[in-house]
C-alpha cells in the first residue's frame, strides 16, 4: 500500500514537471506587452469619424502557443496579461480608436459598420503576419495577409525594455500597413458608404 501510495506521487511529480516544464514563458526572459501606446506614421485622416466594428481576432500561427510568441534563440518569450491575439485585438482597437474613429465591439456590433477580423499567421520578434478580412452582413467582401518586419537589434542591444519597445513599433507597422494599403482603403471606404444611415443594414455576425 505505502509502495501504491509513492508511485502514485512519482507519477504526479513526472506528469506535473512535464507540463510545466514545457510550458511556454518559464524558459528565457519574459518580455511583457502590457503597454502598448499607438504611435502610427501616415496620414490617416480618412478614416477618422467612420465606423468599425472590430470582431474577435484568432491565432492560426503555429510558431506561437496561443499566450507567447518566441525569440528565434528562444532567449525571450512575448506574452502579455492574455492570449497572444488579443494583445494584438486590443492594439488595433487602441489605435483605431486614437485615430477618432467609431470602434464597436462584438458584445455590441454597430450594423452600419464593416468588420474587420484578423488571423494571426505567424509571429516572432523578427515578423508579424496576419490575414486580415472585412465583412459586411456577416459575410466577407476583402481578404488579405499583410505582414511587418523589423531588422535584428544588435546582439548588445537586446535588453527587455529595447525588445519590448521594439515589439510595440512593429505593432504599429502591422496597422500601418493595413490603413495605408490602397485596396484595403477602398474596400472600407466602399462598404462605409454602402452602410451609410438611409441603407437599410443586415445583420453583423459575432
Not at 49 to 64: E, P, R, S, V
Not at 94 to 123: E, H, Y
Not at 151 to 160: I, N, S, V, Y
Amino acid at each position: 500500500m505505502l509502495r501504491l501510495k509513492y508511485l502514485v506521487i512519482l507519477s504526479v511529480l513526472v506528469v506535473w514537471g512535464f507540463l510545466f516544464g514545457c510550458s511556454p514563458g518559464l524558459y528565457g526572459t519574459k518580455i511583457e506587452l502590457n503597454s502598448y501606446s499607438p504611435a502610427l506614421k501616415g496620414d490617416f485622416s480618412d478614416y477618422s469619424g467612420k465606423k468599425i466594428y472590430l470582431m474577435n481576432f484568432d491565432n492560426q500561427a503555429g510558431n506561437t502557443t496561443i499566450w507567447y510568441y518566441y525569440s528565434s534563440d528562444k532567449d525571450f518569450t512575448y506574452g502579455g496579461a492574455s492570449l497572444i491575439h488579443n494583445y494584438f485585438w486590443y492594439a488595433f482597437q487602441k489605435a483605431l480608436l486614437n485615430l477618432g474613429m467609431d470602434v464597436s465591439i462584438a458584445n455590441s456590433p454597430d450594423p452600419r459598420a464593416p468588420g474587420m477580423w484578423m488571423t494571426l499567421k505567424s509571429a516572432t520578434e523578427d515578423q508579424y503576419t496576419g490575414e486580415v478580412s472585412l465583412q459586411k452582413h456577416g459575410k466577407p467582401f476583402f481578404i488579405k495577409i499583410y505582414s511587418a518586419a523589423a531588422d535584428p537589434l544588435p546582439e548588445d542591444q537586446r535588453t527587455p525594455g529595447n525588445l519590448e519597445k521594439r515589439a510595440y513599433d512593429m505593432t504599429n507597422r502591422l496597422i500601418e500597413t493595413i490603413l495605408a494599403d490602397p485596396e484595403f482603403k477602398k474596400a472600407f471606404l466602399k462598404a462605409t458608404a454602402e452602410l451609410a444611415p438611409g441603407l437599410a443594414p443586415g445583420p453583423q455576425k459575432l
